[in-house]
């Protein structure tokens, strides 16, 4: 009996010693994996973005029921060149304001976009989201209410084109990440047609194709990236 004792003993307190110990070893993991994740993200962010502004075109079709297309393409200066496949969209709103009208959304890629991005090399975008704002000063909707809406760059509000790009570039020869921003600035030259859902003033955006920018008349871009350095000197 008293050995049995003794056994039942000694099983208790291993019982308390690893019920004790367990907390502490998952915070211990927890802590060095979120100083990891924070070390890479403190790496990658060091020092002040690269940016780059360049001239590009963007070819947007774009739907609440099926798959869309983005098409970028760089035609001078440092920027992305690349042809995205684009899930349905889901919040999408399209609001009627006098003889203006205003659209806005947020979309991402179906799966990872192959990508080159001037001066830097050939990669994958393997993060992105979309933001898109365009508010215009005019437009045309020739069947009326609740139709398609139609409308050119001269009708799009100056400085009222607001197209975002976020997310993260690796690259093909070294596996570098590469976070990203890219701002599409004004347009000269380019198109859109708006479906609304419905007659309201205020509607759920069905389906959109717009151009901005064409090859001899490309719209003003601006990327910022970020990079990690990690051989750069401390000087005395």
Known sequence: MNKLTVLLALAAVAISIISLTRPRIAEDIGGRVLAAGASTWQDERNYPP?????????????????KGRQIMKTVSGTGFSFDAAMLPINDGKVKINGPGMKYKFTAFPASAVKSHLAGIGDGIITEMKAEVEVDTKKFQQPAGPGTAIQFSARDISSDAAYVEFTGVFVRESDQKRFPFRVVFGSVPEGSGRVVPANKEPEAPLMSKAVVLGRPAAPASVTTALYEAEDDVRKLP
């Open 50 to 66: 690269l940016v780059f502004t360049s001239k590009a075109t963007l070819d947007c079709s774009i739907s609440s029921t099926e």
